[in-house]
């Protein structure tokens, strides 16, 4: 079992940044991909980006691309998502996850969740 937990959302201008963070605890942590998804009230929950266990090997929704960084410290067990020039339209509730491997990140064959937390940004 693997619990995560996020943190570091919040309100922001747009053009600010945040910085999210999702520690784990439980199970083995390295041995998972780690991403992060991102919902918005009556929208399906989106992908936004994903880590490989080596922080190798790295991917972006087009929709961040060149805004977001994704990374992690195996040693901290913790996934990080540094979010810069944000835009109202980034405001969601932003989840991270845990799954066996990049593809089933991608397709939302997701292992473990968390409990999610919530960005909002003012135009």
């Known amino acids: 079992q693997v619990q995560l937990v996020e943190s570091g959302g919040g309100l922001v201008q747009a053009g600010g940044s945040l910085r999210l963070s999702c520690t784990a605890s439980?199970?083995?942590?390295?041995?998972?991909?780690m991403g992060w998804f991102r919902q918005v009230p009556g929208k399906e929950r989106e992908f936004v980006a994903s880590?490989?266990?080596?922080?190798?090997?790295?991917y972006y929704a087009d929709s961040v691309k060149g805004r977001c960084t994704i990374s992690r410290d195996i040693a901290k067990k913790s996934v990080y998502l540094q979010m810069n020039s944000l835009e109202a339209k980034d405001t969601a509730v932003y989840y991270c996850?845990?799954?066996?491997?990049?593809?089933?990140?991608?397709?939302?064959?997701?292992?473990?969740w968390g409990q999610g937390t919530q960005v909002a940004v003012s135009s």
């Open positions: 439980g199970r083995s942590f390295s041995a998972f991909v």
């Open positions: 880590i490989s266990w080596s922080g190798y090997l790295i």
């Open positions: 996850a845990a799954a066996g491997g990049l593809t089933a990140l991608r397709n939302s064959r997701i292992d473990y």
